[in-house]
Every structure is written in C-alpha cells, then in structure tokens.
C-alpha cells in the first residue's frame, strides 16, 4: 500500500525537539497576564499609600509609578476583548491552497523585540467562491518548508471575514488535522500574540463568539 500524503499532510521527519503543548502555552500566556495585573495592583497600591503614608510621596516619584502602572495596563486593556472572545468562528473544514508568503518585519532602527516572520497566503473556496485569504497561525521555521505553494491545508474561516481584516487580509486558522505543525504564535491583523514554538494550535482552545451556542446544541 502506498504511503503517499496529500500535501499538507505528511509528517515532520527527522528527530522532533520538545516544545510545550498547546494548553501549556495557553496557560503560561494567562499566568503570564496574571502576574502582569499583580504587578499593576502593587503599583496603584504604592501610588494611593503614597498620598498618606509620611513624608508623603513627591511628585514626581507618584508620576514615575503611574506611568509605569499604564505601561503595564494599558496593553491588557487594549487587548482584553480579543483574549477573552474571538470572533464567531465557522468549524467547518475547507481546502486552502498556499498561494505565497507575506514578510513582515520591524524596522532594525527601533526598540521593539518582535521577532520578523512570515504568514501563509492561501485561496480558500468559502460558498463556492475563491477568496484570497491569509493563515492567522504564525508557522515555526522548521514547518514553514511544508507550506510550498501548491500544498492543500484544512482551515476553518471565521463567520464574518471583515472581523478580523484591518489590514486588508481576511484570516482563517488551520484544524486540527495538523497539530503536528509547529507555530510560534498567531496574528489575527488586530491581534499578534507571539510565543516560544509548539505545535499544535492553542488558538483552537479559545473561546470564540459561538462556542457558547455550539454547546447548547450539542447537548439538546
């Protein structure tokens, strides 16, 4: 019998390194946002003691604190809706076939530590029509050689695509038929989140618009 895969779906070869699993990763990125409240409450807690305690804090170390605690709170707050709920997602499979890649890097002159990477182009047929579409899974260099253009990959699109396309590309995210790719985060356009690599899809485990509806139906 032949041992043939359609493209996009053959194994990695060679020897796998360990990385932590999706609910591991989902976990860490929560006590990661955690610790970050804790931090913004100690802040806020020092800044009000301040006011009190004698001698009373100057001015300028209470505005030294209370831009440290809006450094750490406001991105949290920013993104709070899209860690909470994502948009409603259709879970039904459909064919992507990898079309290219978009590169995306940040400029060498600034202080920011977001790593360069790439996301997968793909046409999805959705209701019988091609739509150009972009990968939200931020694939990991050693998996990154299996989306040659060509390759067929099973996705799922959100309901609504204008959600999720600030920037012009409507996103969809692979199933869990390919769990065995390595991600090392996701882009959502108005959402990135970039992470240590792993495979498998912790953006699956989130909780999306439907999900509430799906499991009323479910039970029914």
Not at 45 to 70: D, H, Q, T, Y
Not at 71 to 77: G, I, N, Q, T
Not at 180 to 196: A, F, I, K, S, W
């Amino acid at each position: 019998m032949s041992d043939e895969r359609p493209p996009g779906h053959e194994p990695e070869t060679g020897g796998v390194p360990v990385h932590p699993q999706p609910e591991d990763r989902l976990g860490s990125e929560r006590s990661l946002v955690r610790a970050t409240w804790v931090v913004v409450a100690v802040l806020v807690a020092w800044l009000l003691f301040g006011f009190v305690r004698e001698p009373a804090a100057s001015g300028a170390e209470r505005s030294i604190v209370a831009v440290l605690a809006c450094c750490f709170a406001v991105p949290l707050l920013v993104t709070r809706g899209w860690r909470r709920t994502l948009p409603a997602l259709d879970r039904t499979p459909r064919r992507a076939t990898v079309t290219g890649r978009v590169h995306f890097a940040v400029d060498p002159d600034s202080d920011s530590d977001v790593p360069a990477f790439d996301l997968i182009e793909a046409r999805v047929d959705i209701d019988g029509v091609q739509v150009g579409t972009t990968i939200a899974d931020i694939v990991a260099a050693e998996s990154l050689a299996r989306f040659a253009v060509g390759s067929v990959w099973d996705v799922y699109a959100f309901e609504d695509p204008a959600e999720l396309n600030n920037d012009h590309r409507t996103r969809v995210i692979l199933t869990e038929a390919h769990e065995d790719v390595v991600r090392t985060g996701y882009d959502l356009g108005t959402y990135v989140l970039h992470q240590g690599p792993g495979p498998g899809s912790d953006l699956l485990l989130r909780r999306f618009a439907d999900d509430r509806h799906a499991r009323k139906a479910a039970a029914s």
